[in-house]
């Protein structure tokens, strides 16, 4: 996460960054690099990212289907 994204909220990150995000954190909690505290934590911002992610793939995918009628 940059100095930039500090002040940044999970649902205000794009998809990508979101995702970005996520796979760091799996990373760092797979690879034993945090302690107890800074992995609930990061645990804890995980699932408010997959949240958003899936939130954001959810309107994505009703986006999608509405095109989809459109054209018929």
């Known amino acids: 996460m940059t100095t930039s994204d500090k002040n940044v909220t999970p649902s205000e990150l794009s998809f990508e960054h979101a995702i970005g995000r996520l796979e760091d ?3 760092a909690l797979e690879n ?5 505290e800074s992995s609930l934590k990061a ?5 408010q990212l997959a949240k958003v992610c899936m939130e954001k ?3 994505a995918e009703l ?3 509405e095109l989809e009628i459109d054209d018929v």
């Open 63 to 65: 986006r999608i289907e």
């Open 25 to 27: 954190i799996v990373g």
């Open 32 to 36: 034993d690099e945090l302690d107890l």
């Open 57 to 59: 793939l959810e309107k």
């Open 43 to 47: 645990y804890e911002e995980g699932v």
